[in-house]
C-alpha cells in the first residue's frame, strides 16, 4: 500500500496507439512500485499517461513493470489544459539527473572521450548541457550529474557482448546498452555515447520523441548544442525548419541551420525560436496572445538574452502568438547574437541577426517553419487571413537595455484603426491657427506653459503638436488636422491624398510631410 499522502495508482490501464485505436493493455510486475519511484509525482485521473514503445509490449499485451528497462522506456506524463493549450507536462520544468554511458564494445572499442573527460563536456565546462539548458530557461530547466552503483561523476562504463560491426543497427546496441544500466544509477534521463566505429549505423545522433534516453556517435555526445538538442527531443519539441530544410532554422537549438562547433564543445551558444519558447512556457508574464484581425498588435519584442539577465519590463514581450480561425498560428520573436544567443551559422549572421523572426507551428510537439526574418522597415505579408491581408512590420530597432524592435502586426481590411510605423514628434513646420500663421509653429505652443492647454485645443492644434500636447497615444496615427507652410505655399494633408501615387510618394518621401501627414503617407508607403 502506498504510504499516507502518496497516490494511490490503478492496476488498470485503457491505451491508444498511435493510430488512436483503445487497447486493454496489462500491468505486470510491482505497480505501486514502478510509479512511486519515478519522479514524476502529479498523478491525476483521466491525464496521467504512459508512453510505451511497442517493442516492449509482450504478445499478450502485458507490460513487465519489473523489467530493467521499463524505468528507461516507458515516459510517465500529464495532458493538461491551461489558458486553451493541451500542454505535454514532461519534464519542461524542474531538476532532472542526467545518466551519461560510454558504450564500449567487446573488443575494447570505445568512445574517444575518457569517462572523466566526458563527464567534465556534459557537466562541468564552461559550457555545458546544465548551464545551456540554466541560461535558456532562466534556471528552471536544469540537468545534473547521476549518481548511484557504479556512478561516477554521472558518467558509467557499459560492455557490449559483440563487435561494433555486427550490430545491424543503433538501435540495437540502444537496447542493449540500456539493459546493462545498474540498477541503482539514480536518473530521469539517460545519454548513451557510442565509439566513433558506429558511424555506419548512427550519422550523429538520435533520440526518444518524447521520452528518457538519446545516443550520440562518440563527439556528438560532448557538444552542449547537440546534448540540448536531442533532450529538446525527449521533452517533446520537433525541429525546427527554413526553406526546404527541417533543421535549417540558424536561430532555434531544434534546428541550427548546420551550425558547426567545428569540434569546439565550448561553442554552440543558442536557445529557442518563438514557437518553441512559447511552448517551454517559461516566460508566461512574457509571452502575448494575438487575433490581428480582431485586435491590432502595436508593440516592442525584447531578444531572449535581455529577457534572461532580467531587463525587459512590463509592456514588453519576448514572443507574440498570431492566431486566428482556421489560420496556422504565426509566433514572433527578436533575435540578437548576444550572450545566451551569441551564435549563429555564419551563413545566416546577416539575414536573422539583429531581426524579428516569424516562425509558423501548427501546436506544440510539431515542426515549427522559419516565414520571414525582418529588419527594421520590412514588411510580410500573408493573404487570406480571416478575411484580409496579415501584415507584420518592423518599424525600429533600437539599441539599450534592453535592445528593442519596435513591431505592429494587423489584418488590412478587417482590423479596426491599424496601427502605422511612426515616431511620435512635434512638426517642425509653420502652420496656420484661425487663419493665421502662426511662426514659431509647436515653439509657440509651448512658450507659456500656462496657456499651452488652452492653445492645444484650438482647432487641431495638438495633433501638429502632439508631443508638446501630450496626445501621442491618440493622435500619432492620423494626420495633422491645420494647414501648414510647404515651400512657400500653404497646404492640407488632404491635399496629398489627392495627389496621383507617383507625386504622393516623392511627397512623403519628404520627413516634414511624412511625420505631419502620417495617415496619407502610411498608405501611401502601403500601395508601394
Known amino acids: 500500500m502506498p504510504a499516507k499522502g502518496e497516490p494511490i495508482i490503478p492496476h488498470q490501464t485503457v491505451c491508444r496507439t498511435e493510430e488512436e485505436i483503445e ?44 523489467d530493467h ?52 563536456d556534459i557537466f562541468d565546462d564552461a559550457f555545458n548541457l546544465d548551464n545551456a539548458a540554466q541560461a535558456c530557461s532562466k534556471g528552471q530547466l536544469k540537468f545534473k550529474a547521476a549518481s548511484g552503483d557504479g556512478v561516477q561523476n554521472g558518467v558509467i562504463n557499459v560492455s557490449l557482448s559483440k563487435t561494433m560491426s555486427s550490430y545491424q543497427s543503433d538501435v540495437e546496441i540502444r537496447n542493449e546498452a540500456l539493459s546493462l544500466i545498474p540498477r541503482g544509477a539514480d536518473h530521469t534521463f539517460t545519454i548513451l555515447v557510442l565509439p566513433d566505429s558506429s558511424r ?54 531544434m534546428g541550427g541551420g548546420d551550425y558547426t562547433t567545428h569540434g569546439n564543445d565550448d561553442e554552440g551558444k543558442m536557445c529557442f525560436n518563438a514557437a518553441k519558447t512559447y511552448y517551454f512556457r517559461w516566460f508566461l508574464e512574457y509571452h502575448k496572445d494575438v487575433d490581428p484581425s480582431t485586435s491590432a498588435y502595436d508593440g516592442e519584442l525584447v531578444g531572449t538574452n535581455d529577457v534572461v539577465n532580467g531587463e525587459i519590463s512590463a509592456g514588453q514581450e519576448m514572443t507574440v502568438r498570431l492566431h486566428g480561425r482556421g489560420e496556422t498560428d504565426l ?28 516562425v509558423e507551428q501548427s501546436g506544440d510537439s510539431q515542426v515549427s517553419w522559419v516565414k520571414a526574418s525582418l529588419a527594421p522597415g520590412d514588411v510580410y505579408t ?21 535592445d528593442v524592435a519596435k513591431v505592429i502586426s494587423f489584418v488590412d481590411g478587417t482590423t479596426a484603426n491599424p496601427p502605422f510605423c511612426v515616431d511620435c514628434v512635434d512638426t517642425d513646420l509653420k502652420f496656420y491657427v484661425n487663419s493665421k500663421l502662426k511662426r514659431g509653429g509647436c515653439r509657440w505652443v509651448s512658450r507659456k506653459p500656462i496657456r499651452r492647454g488652452r492653445r492645444c485645443n484650438k482647432g487641431r492644434v495638438s495633433s501638429m503638436c502632439p508631443v508638446t ?35 504622393k510618394a516623392v511627397l512623403c518621401s519628404m520627413n516634414d510631410v511624412s511625420q505631419l501627414c502620417r495617415y496619407t503617407c502610411r498608405q501611401a508607403h502601403r500601395l508601394d
Open 23 to 66: 487497447n486493454y493493455l496489462i500491468l505486470d510486475g510491482d505497480i505501486d512500485a514502478f510509479f512511486l519511484k519515478s519522479p514524476f509525482s502529479q498523478f491525476e485521473v483521466g491525464r496521467t499517461q504512459l508512453s510505451i514503445p511497442t517493442s516492449f509490449i509482450g504478445d499478450d499485451k502485458r507490460i513487465d513493470l519489473d
Open 69 to 120: 528497462l521499463a524505468s528507461e522506456l516507458i515516459l510517465i506524463t500529464n495532458r493538461r489544459l491551461s489558458e486553451g493549450l493541451t500542454r505535454q507536462a514532461i519534464h519542461r520544468v524542474g531538476t532532472w539527473n542526467v545518466l551519461a554511458v560510454r558504450v564500449v564494445d567487446s573488443t575494447g572499442d570505445a568512445p574517444t572521450r575518457s569517462k572523466s573527460q566526458l563527464a567534465s
Open 200 to 253: 555506419r549505423i548512427l550519422s550523429g545522433a538520435k533520440a526518444w520523441f518524447p521520452g528518457k534516453v538519446s545516443w550520440y556517435r562518440d563527439l556528438f555526445g560532448s557538444d552542449p548544442t547537440y546534448l540540448l538538442h536531442e533532450l529538446g527531443h525527449n521533452l517533446g519539441h520537433d525541429h525546427s525548419g527554413n526553406g526546404q530544410y527541417q533543421l535549417g532554422d540558424p536561430t532555434c537549438t
Open 331 to 358: 509566433f514572433m520573436m527578436y533575435q540578437k547574437m548576444e550572450g545566451v544567443t551569441a551564435d549563429i551559422a555564419s551563413d545566416y549572421e546577416s539575414t536573422f541577426n539583429n531581426h524579428v523572426v516569424i
Open 382 to 402: 500573408q493573404e487570406d487571413w480571416n478575411g484580409g491581408t496579415l501584415v507584420v512590420e518592423v518599424c525600429s530597432i533600437t539599441r539599450g537595455r534592453p
Open 469 to 503: 500636447c501630450g496626445t501621442c497615444e491618440s493622435e500619432k496615427y492620423i494626420n495633422g488636422g491645420q494647414k501648414f507652410l510647404l515651400n512657400g505655399s500653404p497646404e492640407r494633408c488632404s491635399w496629398i491624398n489627392r495627389t496621383p501615387d507617383n507625386e
